[in-house]
């Protein structure tokens, strides 16, 4: 469209979403001309007023960097995770080794008490009998 911008053509230039050109057409702040095209109608914008859009609608850094901030941001978050994860096991580890310890004099010190099994236990009238 040599007359104008389409709003995905204005949306791709200003480096905005296209939804906030048609806020911006709908409140007045952009102006732009509606063309009839089959079943219904669409908006020219005039590569002129592109100005018009306010500063607040544009962004400040172009999406490539937004991303690569984005995708270095995710990097760090990875990495301390990971750190973490690393700590965890070998808190994991250090608590297992202390487990297996604990059973082991368990096992010891269960081994020390002499069971009922060693010295059974007679009922009172074997005794009284003298059996």
């Given amino acids: 469209m040599s ?7 204005a949306a791709a230039a200003l480096g905005v979403s296209e939804k906030t050109i048609r806020r911006h057409i709908q409140s007045g702040k952009l102006k732009a001309r509606k063309v009839p095209k089959a079943g219904g109608f669409t908006y020219l914008i005039d590569q002129t007023v592109a ?4 500063a607040s609608s544009r962004p400040t850094r172009p999406a490539e960097e937004l991303l ?4 270095k941001e995710r990097e760090r978050l990875i990495a301390s995770l990971q750190e973490e994860r690393m700590k965890l096991v070998s808190q994991i580890g250090y608590l297992q080794s ?3 310890h604990l059973q082991d004099q368990t096992k010891l010190q269960a081994s020390s008490i002499p069971s009922s099994q060693e010295h059974p ?4 009238w074997i005794r009284l009998l003298g059996r």
């Fill in 51 to 54: 100005s018009e859009l306010p």
């Fill in 98 to 100: 202390q487990i297996h």
């Fill in 3 to 9: 007359n104008g911008w389409s709003i995905a053509e």
């Fill in 68 to 71: 690569l901030d984005l995708l």
């Fill in 121 to 124: 236990r007679s009922g009172f």
